[in-house]
Nanobody, 120 residues
């Protein structure tokens, strides 16, 4: 499985971004795709996940973040609204087998990440 994130960038506080995770080599009934973020020197933090088995799962910030997927485009999206400076991180997508799991150790394939910077 290969994953490529895009859509990061610089945005003012209160703004929005939509991240994309383009996947290849996976079948949607066999894989869940999760979104994580990581600040320098910190562990990756799970945000959300989507799978055929679980639907949409939110580990945090459900009110501001929305996960979706377009299987025809092999892409999972993370819509992020009302962004705050503390949301500035590198955002990653990753796959786990069949169902959504909270911890990053459940995820096997990772993208290269996309940087999100929110200015105050």
């Amino acid at each position: 499985v290969q994953l490529v994130e895009s859509g990061g960038g610089l945005v003012h506080a209160g703004g929005s971004l939509r991240l994309s995770c383009k996947a290849s080599g996976l079948t949607w009934e066999h894989y869940a795709v999760g979104w994580f973020r990581q600040a320098p020197g910190k562990e990756r933090e799970g945000l959300s996940c989507i799978s055929s088995k679980d639907g949409s799962v939110y580990f945090r910030d459900k009110g501001r973040f929305t996960i979706s997927r377009d299987t025809s485009q092999n892409t999972v999206f993370l819509q992020m609204d009302n962004l705050k400076p503390e949301d500035s991180d590198v955002y990653y997508c990753a796959t786990s087998w069949i169902k959504c799991q909270y911890g990053e150790s459940w995820y096997d394939d990772w993208g290269q990440g996309t940087q999100v910077t929110v200015s105050s």
